[in-house]
């Protein structure tokens, strides 16, 4: 049997996830003929086909019988797993029912299994977590070694140069990790006077939290947009002049597609955290309130 398949599954969030890419890069590039699929969130995977010209499959497409003991798979699963000759895991650790599924069904691939929670005391980027647990492979970690080198210097491509809109994204995963509302509008008000166009992407929190007379503040010196999917946000991020986003998953999509980033930072550590990619640049204060609109304006222009 052929086996051309190589599958990367992943379930984390969307920073996690772009963190993910030099690995899928570094793999097409290693087995040009094979198929690189990730196996993910329908969204993330969507993004993935759109920004990396890979393969994706669902999730949610039957995957989770791989938890059970004795797994029944569908058919189609079957067939993939048995069709691949590597697989590489950010959902299971070795010692897992996961795992042994996966050995018992794709007998012949080789299994790899990454952990993305930096350990107590890690001190380094996140990048750097991935590439230690790949050095059991020397190919596989030189290839995404040279493939960060890559991104740090050139991104993956993906952004145009751009007269765009200055492209704000004020969401992120908790609330310690947003810059103030009111900053924002400053921010925007403030663009606005000097001449530039500015977008304040809406994402699904601000959809669902910010009322109307919130949303109204905008107005005048912002266009609100709303993303409603994963590759939407990309087509936004893609056509900025720059992006200025908090310490959240579209902060690290803006900045490996290329696009001027400025990712603001509190009580998360940079260090470890920062997006990758070669136009960005990050303001951290001890609390995303001490960040003023100063700082901001003067990391843009720089």
């Given at each position: 049997?052929?086996?051309?398949?190589?599958?990367?599954?992943?379930?984390?969030?969307?920073?996690?996830?772009?963190?993910?890419?030099?690995?899928?890069l570094?793999?097409g590039?290693?087995?040009?003929?094979?198929r690189i699929?990730?196996?993910?969130?329908?969204?993330?995977?969507?993004?993935?086909?759109?920004?990396?010209r890979?393969?994706?499959?669902?999730i949610?497409g039957?995957?989770?019988?791989?938890?059970?003991?004795?797994?029944?798979?569908?058919?189609?699963?079957l067939?993939?797993?048995?069709?691949?000759?590597a697989?590489?895991?950010?959902?299971?650790?070795?010692?897992?029912?996961?795992?042994?599924?996966v050995?018992k069904l794709?007998?012949?691939?080789?299994?790899?299994?990454?952990?993305?929670?930096?350990?107590?005391?890690?001190s380094?980027?996140?990048s750097?977590?991935?590439?230690d647990?790949?050095?059991?492979n020397?190919?596989?970690?030189?290839?995404?070694?040279?493939m960060?080198k890559?991104?740090?210097?050139r991104?993956?491509?993906?952004s145009?140069?751009?007269?765009?809109?200055?492209v704000?994204?004020?969401?992120a995963?908790?609330?310690?990790k947003?810059w103030p509302?009111?900053?924002?509008?400053s921010?925007?008000?403030k663009?606005?006077?000097a001449g530039?166009?500015?977008n304040?992407?809406?994402?699904?929190?601000?959809?669902?939290?910010?009322?109307?007379?919130?949303?109204?503040s905008?107005t005048?010196?912002?266009?609100?947009?709303?993303?409603q999917?994963l590759v939407?946000?990309f087509?936004?991020?893609a056509?900025?002049?720059?992006?200025?986003?908090n310490?959240?998953g579209?902060?690290?999509l803006?900045?490996?597609i290329?696009a001027?980033?400025?990712a603001l930072?509190?009580?998360t550590?940079?260090?470890i955290?920062?997006?990758?990619?070669?136009?960005?640049?990050?303001?951290r204060?001890?609390?995303?309130?001490?960040?003023?609109v100063?700082?901001?304006?003067?990391?843009?222009?720089s």
């Amino acid at each position: 049997m052929l086996r051309r398949n190589v599958l990367i599954f992943h379930s984390g969030a969307l920073g996690d996830f772009v963190l993910s890419w030099p690995l899928a890069l570094a793999l097409g590039r290693i087995y040009a003929q094979s198929r690189i699929i990730y196996v993910t969130g329908g969204q993330k995977g969507a993004l993935a086909e759109r920004a990396l010209r890979i393969d994706s499959a669902d999730i949610e497409g039957g995957w989770h019988h791989l938890f059970s003991i004795n797994a029944a798979p569908p058919a189609n699963i079957l067939r993939m797993l048995e069709g691949s000759h590597a697989i590489f895991s950010f959902v299971a650790e070795e010692d897992s029912i996961w795992a042994a599924n996966v050995k018992k069904l794709a007998a012949h691939a080789k299994l790899f299994f990454i952990n993305p929670n930096p350990p107590p005391g890690f001190s380094h980027h996140a990048s750097e977590l991935l590439l230690d647990q790949l050095r059991v492979n020397p190919v596989v970690s030189t290839a995404v070694s040279q493939m960060l080198k890559s991104i740090q210097d050139r991104g993956i491509g993906a952004s145009r140069p751009a007269s765009g809109p200055v492209v704000l994204h004020p969401g992120a995963g908790a609330e310690h990790k947003r810059w103030p509302r009111n900053r924002f509008v400053s921010l925007s008000s403030k663009l606005h006077d000097a001449g530039r166009e500015v977008n304040v992407i809406l994402g699904e929190v601000e959809r669902e939290r910010w009322s109307a007379t919130e949303r109204a503040s905008f107005t005048g010196v912002a266009q609100l947009v709303q993303s409603q999917t994963l590759v939407d946000l990309f087509t936004v991020l893609a056509g900025a002049s720059a992006v200025i986003a908090n310490d959240s998953g579209p902060a690290h999509l803006a900045g490996i597609i290329g696009a001027p980033t400025i990712a603001l930072f509190g009580p998360t550590d940079p260090t470890i955290w920062r997006p990758i990619g070669p136009k960005v640049q990050i303001i951290r204060g001890a609390s995303m309130d001490a960040i003023s609109v100063d700082q901001v304006l003067e990391g843009l222009n720089s």
